[in-house]
């Protein structure tokens, strides 16, 4: 299964084709950082991941399972793929397999609706990592490929209930706008991923609707490049109430200099820092009504 009309809608930027946005907050779904010190554990973490999701899945609807494997990475001179959080290097190759085993583990475990399983890195120390511009575009361009691969495994094994993405937390803190740029257009590229940005406005006003400074060189016409040119949707982090305000003055720099049609594909939120889940979504949504579509991504829930 695969997302066609949300991928075609994203591209000619009209919001109006996707479904109204919930009036209240939606149920929220675990999200994952990746660990692994071999590619057979990272591999076992991903199918219990998998499974896990799937059994407690509320709701009938399809629903976005986020894997983040940690920061892009160039292994070599020909091998992309990640870092995870335990500082163990992991190929694409190695991930895919780990994407695989998810949604082995979805299906096996699947109880009700459906799961758009989601690679997820980011943009932390790229150029501090010895990456290049070139290299950013190369990750984003080989993340959407193994997207690609991991839907092709998933129709090739009858999984229909499923669909997969990719994604990056992009912060501006974590490296600079231009080379984080790339990870999008490499992405767009390749041509058949949605690239959710799953990460914050570092800096950026809080009010206002101008392009303004954001951390590390950053504008908010930046943040906007990252989380909406091509096929890329925002998913931001909303931890406090800043984080809605920032967003929002995002959204308003692009509706008036790109010609509008800017919405968000839902929150990213956390437990224990901030905002409880469902405040974040409704705090976006409060100043964003009927943009906010109703996906509740948790961090740790």
């Known amino acids: 299964m695969r997302l066609v009309a949300f991928a075609t809608a994203l591209a000619a930027g009209v919001a109006s084709s996707f479904p109204a946005a919930a009036a ?5 779904v675990t999200a994952w950082y990746m660990y692994g010190s071999s590619a057979s554990e990272l591999k076992s ?31 070599d001179s020909s091998i992309w793929g990640a870092v995870d959080f335990s ?11 780990a994407l695989e085993r998810a949604a082995d583990g979805y299906h096996n475990c699947h109880v009700r609706g459906g799961v758009e399983i989601v690679y997820g890195n ?11 511009t070139t290299d950013a575009w ?37 490296d600079g706008a231009l080379i984080t740029r790339q990870l999008v257009s490499g992405n767009e590229a390749q041509g058949w991923a949605l690239y959710y940005d799953f990460g914050s406005a570092d800096g950026c006003p809080q009010s206002g609707s101008g ?22 949707l925002p998913l931001p982090e909303i931890y406090y109430s800043a984080n809605a305000n920032q967003w929002t003055v995002v959204r308003k720099w ?24 469902a405040a974040a979504w409704n705090t976006l949504n409060s100043l964003n009504s009927g943009l906010v579509e109703p996906e509740l991504v948790c961090v740790g829930c």
Not at 24 to 28: H, I, M
Not at 45 to 74: H, N, S
Not at 87 to 95: D, L, V, W
């Open 87 to 97: 500082n163990t290097r992991f190929s694409n190759a190695e991930i895919v397999a």
């Open 122 to 132: 980011s943009n932390y120390h790229l150029s501090s990592s010895g990456m290049s």
């Open 138 to 174: 190369w990750a984003g361009y080989h993340q959407a490929e193994r997207a690609e691969q991991l839907s092709d495994y998933q129709a090739a094994n009858g999984y229909d209930s499923q669909t997969a993405d990719a994604a990056a937390d992009m912060e501006p803190s974590w």
């Open 24 to 28: 209240a907050a939606p149920s929220p």
């Open 254 to 277: 692009w509706d008036g200099t790109q010609g509008g049609s800017y919405f968000f594909g839902g929150v990213t939120a956390s437990t224990g820092v901030g905002l409880a889940p």
């Open 45 to 75: 973490y991903a199918y219990a991941r998998g499974c896990d999701f799937a059994r407690a899945q509320p709701g009938t609807g399809l629903r976005i399972l986020l894997l983040d494997f940690g920061a892009a990475r160039k292994l």
């Open 211 to 232: 392009d303004g400074p954001c951390n590390n060189g950053w504008r908010v016409g930046d943040v906007g490049y990252v989380s909406f040119s091509g096929l890329a």
